[in-house]
């Protein structure tokens, strides 16, 4: 666990922010090839641009911070200052069908070898959905909306080693972390570990992570007891057993009752502070894609959640 940090080579480490800002950055020759719509026609209203031309857009609206109208305006002037003949999709139809459209966040590029083993941290993040501006913050007051109505959850978990995203959920403020942790999992195969705070210190967390086959990274919450010795958790002892160790651990190593030190051991020794890495992650979203979701309705903000992931990890394969 200690040898997932490598020193950075800062030389091409700041060759890639240069390269984040370049236009071309988001045109590829795949793009163009799959910009009309091919699928099977259905009746009614025509599609004439693909799921592909839509998520560029939305690339575009997100990184550069635009709105609807101004994203179809910008990708006219990329795409007639590179000599491309083909129509935009104008403002209304890129709104339109960011509310169906479910982009996949996961970039081939990035995939680790099976050899090397994947280690995964999870966390999440909150993403606010008005400004911070005084005429939005009179307008939305504590006797309008409460303070949970105000912002939305991002869960994610990455892979520790590339930084890519590998999964996403996008939730309403009140929803517990520990609650998406098996739906954060869904796409993975096997794992060799993985990390979480506190918040994903449940029965369900730990059921889930077993099933990848991975150990559990997660500090037991400050009044654990073995689960030998809580008739609620009694019969989940299987399940639990790496809890337990921990808890052993820390009871252990506590001097005077203070167990601070006894949890900083314990974190060391298994190589918890690799879930520090999603933090920074979570910095990068919110850097790069700003900390706000400006959409009104639900299905395009977590259209417009997703879209942020995505442009992560198209930084990170850069």
Not at 10 to 28: H, P, V
Not at 274 to 282: C, D, G, H, I, P
């Amino acid at each position: 666990m200690k040898q997932i940090r490598e020193k950075r080579n800062w030389s091409q480490y700041n060759q890639k922010l240069k390269e984040i800002a370049r236009i071309e950055f988001f045109i590829s020759e795949e793009a163009i090839k799959e910009w009309g719509y091919k699928g099977k026609r259905v009746i009614g209203g025509k599609l004439l641009y693909s799921n592909h031309a839509i998520e560029l857009c939305l690339l575009m609206r997100e990184f550069y911070q635009l709105a609807y109208r101004q994203t179809e305006g910008f990708v006219e002037s990329i795409f007639k200052s590179m000599q491309i003949e083909l129509n935009i999709p104008d403002y209304t139809t890129i709104s339109r069908r960011a509310s169906k459209l479910k982009p996949s966040i996961s970039k081939k590029a990035l995939l680790r070898k099976a050899k090397e083993p994947l280690v995964i941290a999870v966390d999440s993040t909150g993403l606010s959905i008005h400004s911070r501006s005084e005429w939005n913050r009179i307008k939305h007051a504590k006797d309008k909306l409460t303070g949970y109505e105000k912002w939305r959850k991002l869960h994610i978990s990455i892979d520790v080693k590339s930084g890519e995203i590998l999964g996403s959920s996008y939730t309403r403020a009140t929803v517990n972390d520990g609650s998406e942790l098996p739906r954060l999992l869904e796409n993975i195969e096997e794992a060799s570990a993985v990390c979480g705070d506190m918040a994903y210190d449940t029965v369900n967390c730990r059921e889930a992570i077993k099933q990848k086959k991975a150990r559990q990274l997660i500090p037991p919450i400050r009044v654990a007891r073995i689960s030998t010795k809580n008739r609620n958790i009694r019969k989940h002892q299987e399940i639990l057993k790496e809890r337990d160790d921990a808890i052993r651990y820390i009871q252990h190593n506590t001097i005077n009752g203070n167990q601070s030190l006894a949890r900083k051991s314990w974190k060391e020794k298994v190589g918890y502070h690799a879930r520090s890495l999603v933090e920074t992650t979570m910095w990068q979203i919110k850097s790069h894609c700003s900390d706000r979701l400006r959409n009104k309705r639900e299905d395009t903000r977590e259209t417009e959640a997703k879209i942020k992931c995505k442009i992560i990890n198209l930084i990170a394969a850069a």
